[in-house]
């Protein structure tokens, strides 16, 4: 619940994963070949360390890097071919899916429509390296982008998988 100053001027990559590890009291793993960014964050009032990583996370998913975790530890990766990656996954009633630019795999079991329309459909909405996998067999789709774009495919979802309308069959004796 403490609050503190968090501003930044052109920080390395390297700076900026120091200062959240020192706020947070996570454990980084950067990659030996990490591209040069520099960034600067400007916070006018004192924040938590939550809106920190809040604010950490947005400079690395607009950087294209998220945070994967390795045990004790959170990999610093890029985020092109992330769905390849060890990243959390989130199925049907395993809880929601975070709020953040953190990338994630959310399983998705669709009910009214094929797991090739809704991929063609949220196929607009991803992320640049955000990725669809429609599954037939059980009819699922698999969805890795950050947890706030998921979120978001997860509500357009819900309004376009429903029963359809129109058409009925029956059967009179």
Do not use: C
């Not at 985020?79 to 953040?100: E, F, H, K, M």
């Amino acid at each position: 619940g403490a609050r503190i100053t968090f501003n930044l001027q052109d920080a390395d990559l390297p700076d900026l994963i120091r200062a959240i590890g020192n706020i947070t009291g996570r454990r980084f793993i950067l990659p030996g070949k990490v591209r040069s960014i520099k960034t600067t964050i400007y916070s006018p009032t004192k924040i938590t360390a939550g809106e920190a990583y809040q604010a950490f996370l947005s400079v690395l998913e607009v950087n294209g890097m998220t945070v994967v975790p390795s045990g004790r530890y959170l990999k610093i990766e890029e985020t092109a071919g992330s769905a390849g990656q060890a990243l959390p996954t989130y199925a049907p009633g395993s809880g929601d899916v975070p709020a953040d630019d953190r990338y994630v795999t959310r399983i998705v079991r669709l009910r009214n429509i094929s797991s090739d329309d809704a991929a063609n459909v949220l196929g607009h909405f991803k992320s640049r390296d955000g990725d669809l996998t429609p599954y037939a067999a059980t009819n699922t789709l698999i969805i890795t982008d950050t947890g706030a774009n998921i979120r978001r495919m997860l509500q357009i979802l819900g309004e376009v998988d429903v029963a359809a309308v129109g058409e009925q069959i029956w059967v009179e004796p």
